[in-house]
């Protein structure tokens, strides 16, 4: 069963992830929305706004789950896949009303995947200084663990030294 910390990590991970795909996706859409003529790109911007709105509860979701500790994450989560799905949804439809051009939708799915990699190589990097952490602190347990020991072992040799002694001299 994970830890509280280790649950956390996951869950908190998992979120920094989604939202780092839906701010490529926002920033991908926004760049090409520029180009667009007036008209269209009032309708653009207007579901951008909207976009960026379910991005932002995702975040204030996840905000909100991270000061209020593990019981709930599960609810939580199932909740912000339910909202990832949505902004997902409102991707596929601004791509079919905006986006007819396969350069657009190979640009946002670029970006998605450029979020992706880099979540995963921090997670990666964060996990890789956990790790050699784990190792210092296990070093620092193991050579304070082989200090006692051969103190323990000194002690008792001179117990052993001792008591040859007075055995020694007894008879």
Not at 80 to 92: D, P
Request: avoid cysteine.
């Amino acid at each position: 069963m994970p830890t509280p910390t280790s649950s956390a990590h996951f869950f908190l991970s998992w979120a920094k992830e989604r939202i780092d795909e839906m701010d490529a996706t926002l920033a991908s859409l926004e760049s090409k929305a520029v180009q667009m003529q007036a008209q269209t790109r009032v309708k653009a911007d207007q579901f951008i706004g909207e976009m960026k709105k379910k991005r932002d509860e995702f975040e204030g979701t996840v905000r909100k789950q991270a000061e209020g500790g593990e019981p709930a994450w599960d609810s939580t989560r199932q909740r912000l896949e339910t909202g990832l799905k949505g902004f997902q949804a409102e991707t596929r439809k601004y791509l079919e009303t905006f986006g007819k051009d396969l350069e657009q939708q190979q640009a946002v799915f670029q970006s998605q995947v450029t979020a992706q990699l880099g979540a995963w190589r921090e997670a990666a990097d964060k996990l890789s200084a956990a790790g050699k952490e784990f190792a210092i602190e296990r070093r620092r347990e193991i050579e304070a663990t082989v200090f006692r020991m051969k103190a323990d072992a000194a002690a008792a040799e001179e117990k052993l030294q001792d008591l040859a002694r007075v055995g020694t001299e007894s008879w």
